[in-house]
Structure formats: C-alpha cells, structure tokens
C-alpha cells in the first residue's frame, strides 16, 4: 500500500493538508519531439520544469533513498517533500490556459460537440495513463515479496482496476495505484465542466459564469479539504489560466490583469495559501510568454521535456518504485548509492517519459488538438 492512502496523498499534494504538429502517421516509429509552430515555447518550459519537480517531491515523498538521504541533506530533501507539490499549480493553469485557447478557436470554426470534445480528452489523457497504471501494477508485483515498504501499492481488484479506467478512484473511495493519478482525474474533470460551459452557456455570460465559479471555488471551496476529490476545489487555478488566455488576446490586457490579481489577492487575504499564489504568479507570467518573448525558456530540451511531460507524470512513480526497492535491497543504509539512486530514479524517469511519450502518447489514436 502507498505510504498514504489516496486521498492523503491528493491532499499533500494540492496543499489541503497542509497545516502540515501534423498528426504522426500510426506507421511511424520515431515521432519527432520538436515542437510545432502552433505551440508556445514558454508554455512547454514551464511544463518541463513543474514535471521535474513532481519527480523529484515524489522523489523525497517516496523512501526509502530519500530517509537515507535527508540525514545528510534534511533542508533539501524537507523543501522538496513540502514546497515541490505546488508545482502542481503549473499544470492546472496552464490547462486552463490551453483550455481556453481550444475552446475558443471551436467557438470560431464551428459550434462545438460536447460529447465528442469530452471522448476525445478521455482517449488522449485515458490511453497512456492505462499503460502506466499496467506497469506499476507489474512493478509492484514485482518488488512486494521482498520489499517491504509502504510505497508498495497492494495487488489491484478489479473495481478498483475499473475505477482508474475512469478516473473516479477518488470519487469512489478506491487505494491510487500510483502517485499523481488524482490530478488526472481533476484535470479531466475540469475539462467537461469548461466544455459544458461554453456549449451551453450563451456566449455573453460564459466569461462572466467564468468568474463567478473562480471566485466560489477561491473563496469558498478550495477552503473545505473535503472537496479536493472534485474539480470544484481546483477551478479558481484552472480558471486563472483561462483569465491568462483572455489577457494574452486583449487589446487591453490590463483588465484581465486586474481581475487575476483582485480575485487572488481577496482570496489570499481571506486565507492563505501558498499554492494560490504560485497559481497567480503563473497566471501573470503566462501572458508575456509569447513568441519571440522570454527567449531564455526556448531552449530545446526544455521544449521537448515539456512534450513529453504528461508521459513522465504518469511512468515516473513506477520507475522511482523500482529504483527505491533496488537500491534499498543492496545498500540499505550508505548515503552515496542512495543519493545516486535518486539521481538514477530521476533520469530513468524522463526516458521512460520519452518512451511511453513516443510509443503511446503521440500515436495516431491518442493525438487530438491538445486542450
């Protein structure tokens, strides 16, 4: 069984518990990972740098290499296992960044299908993390006879197996197979309900419906730590992001502006959090970060990190796993294989990334145009 049970582990991480191109033809084996013209160089930064983050909290959340480690840096591994989780943050706006930017351009072109824009996310976000979620299962099957630890997962029953299929292991009260699965989930849900809004809701109010929900969700629901299984805890950051398109198409992106910092600033004056101003800060840089902007996070390998980062947020906890259990089995208490074997666990993370990436993500049946 992981070290926490699902929900703790949700919780740790969204802070809530804290007080404590063209498509690639299915005939292609080498899908190239350089990124298309349609893509924002600064958004696949950011990407690439929470994605590394996750690993490495993950990394300090997981032992037992990191309880060996912290006796040696406590200061370091303590900063990764508190503050690496609000790198979560990232991911949420800028899916609502790319949310809006999708839906919009739907709005421009045709009328959008709900049902079918809904489909299509679920086999985007649903195909790889299936495969994910087969691997860590045989990991786990694996390393469980002669590792005991609590990071383990126990062997999966098949509603539990039904309910990772799709994304209700929260909602349902089943044991996460993996680290992270929660965020699929909320990032699926969050997904519908900005579809659902922009198809229903006339088209004058929905900026406006918009903000009324960010501010319950501010204000109100991401205060209650018993909603964190459900989007509306997460969609005040989720709609900063849609606030961030908005500004970054404004000719007057100063209101747009306003509204992020008035909203996050009451928010943060009535309680706060940490998390949220991570979120806003996001938010803020998320505007400038055009094309020709911010050249520093045009580097290529961050750009194709953060093609492949969804690939790494599902494969990394398998990975790190097997590493932990390895590592601990031979040198179970000397620092320096140990922090190796972190090292060895992160870098192992990112090419098992690129492979699920190249074999499954970027495949035919899973390339959609990306929310």
């Given at each position: 069984?992981?070290?926490?049970s699902s929900?703790?582990?949700r919780?740790?991480?969204?802070?809530?518990?804290?007080?404590?191109?063209?498509?690639?033809?299915?005939?292609?084996?080498?899908?190239?990972?350089?990124?298309?013209?349609?893509?924002?160089?600064?958004?696949?930064?950011l990407?690439?740098?929470?994605?590394?983050?996750?690993?490495?909290?993950?990394?300090?959340?997981?032992g037992?290499?990191?309880?060996?480690?912290q006796?040696?840096?406590?200061?370091?591994?303590?900063?990764?296992?508190?503050?690496g989780?609000?790198?979560?943050?990232?991911?949420?706006?800028?899916?609502?960044?790319?949310?809006?930017?999708?839906?919009?351009?739907?709005?421009?072109?045709?009328?959008?299908?709900?049902g079918?824009?809904?489909?299509?996310?679920?086999?985007?976000?649903?195909l790889?993390?299936?495969?994910?979620?087969?691997?860590c299962?045989?990991?786990?099957?694996?390393?469980?006879?002669?590792?005991?630890?609590?990071?383990v997962?126990?062997a999966?029953?098949?509603?539990?197996?039904?309910a990772?299929?799709?994304?209700?292991?929260?909602l349902?009260?089943q044991?996460?197979?993996?680290?992270?699965?929660?965020?699929?989930?909320?990032?699926?849900?969050?997904?519908?309900?900005?579809?659902?809004?922009f198809?229903?809701?006339?088209?004058q109010?929905?900026?406006?419906?918009?903000?009324?929900?960010?501010a319950?969700?501010?204000?109100?629901?991401n205060?209650?730590?018993?909603?964190d299984?459900?989007?509306?805890?997460f969609?005040?950051?989720?709609?900063?992001?849609?606030?961030?398109?908005?500004?970054?198409?404004?000719?007057?992106?100063?209101?747009?502006?306003?509204?992020?910092?008035?909203?996050?600033?009451?928010?943060?004056a009535?309680?706060?959090?940490?998390?949220?101003?991570?979120?806003?800060?996001?938010?803020?840089?998320?505007?400038?970060?055009?094309?020709?902007?911010?050249?520093?996070?045009?580097?290529?390998?961050?750009?194709?990190?953060?093609?492949?980062?969804?690939?790494?947020?599902?494969?990394?906890?398998?990975?790190?796993?097997?590493?932990?259990?390895?590592?601990?089995h031979?040198?179970?208490?000397?620092?320096l294989?140990?922090?190796?074997?972190?090292?060895?666990?992160?870098?192992?993370?990112?090419?098992?990334?690129?492979?699920?990436?190249?074999?499954?993500?970027?495949?035919?049946?899973?390339?959609?145009a990306?929310?």
């Amino acid at each position: 069984m992981l070290r926490n049970s699902s929900a703790s582990i949700r919780k740790h991480a969204s802070g809530s518990a804290h007080k404590r191109a063209p498509a690639v033809s299915r005939f292609d084996k080498r899908p190239a990972l350089t990124p298309s013209p349609q893509r924002l160089p600064g958004i696949d930064a950011l990407k690439a740098l929470a994605c590394m983050l996750i690993v490495w909290h993950h990394l300090a959340f997981y032992g037992p290499m990191s309880d060996v480690v912290q006796t040696a840096a406590p200061r370091l591994i303590s900063w990764l296992y508190d503050y690496g989780r609000m790198a979560v943050q990232v991911f949420l706006v800028v899916g609502g960044f790319l949310a809006a930017a999708a839906l919009a351009s739907l709005q421009m072109d045709k009328p959008a299908r709900p049902g079918q824009l809904i489909l299509r996310r679920y086999r985007r976000l649903a195909l790889p993390l299936v495969v994910a979620v087969i691997i860590c299962v045989a990991v786990a099957a694996v390393v469980r006879p002669w590792f005991a630890h609590p990071s383990v997962p126990e062997a999966p029953g098949l509603w539990q197996l039904v309910a990772h299929v799709f994304f209700l292991q929260d909602l349902v009260g089943q044991e996460a197979l993996s680290a992270g699965l929660w965020y699929v989930a909320i990032d699926f849900q969050l997904f519908v309900i900005s579809v659902c809004l922009f198809t229903w809701v006339p088209k004058q109010w929905q900026r406006w419906t918009v903000l009324v929900l960010a501010a319950a969700s501010l204000l109100v629901f991401n205060r209650h730590a018993g909603l964190d299984a459900t989007a509306l805890y997460f969609f005040g950051s989720y709609a900063l992001g849609m606030m961030a398109w908005w500004a970054s198409r404004s000719p007057r992106p100063v209101w747009w502006l306003l509204a992020i910092a008035v909203m996050g600033g009451v928010a943060l004056a009535l309680d706060f959090r940490g998390r949220l101003a991570v979120a806003m800060v996001v938010a803020i840089a998320l505007v400038w970060l055009q094309p020709g902007r911010w050249t520093a996070l045009q580097a290529p390998w961050l750009q194709q990190l953060g093609q492949i980062s969804y690939s790494v947020f599902l494969i990394h906890f398998p990975v790190c796993l097997l590493v932990n259990a390895l590592v601990s089995h031979v040198w179970p208490a000397q620092l320096l294989p140990n922090a190796l074997g972190m090292l060895a666990a992160f870098v192992l993370s990112l090419l098992a990334g690129k492979a699920l990436y190249v074999g499954v993500e970027s495949r035919r049946w899973t390339r959609i145009a990306k929310p």
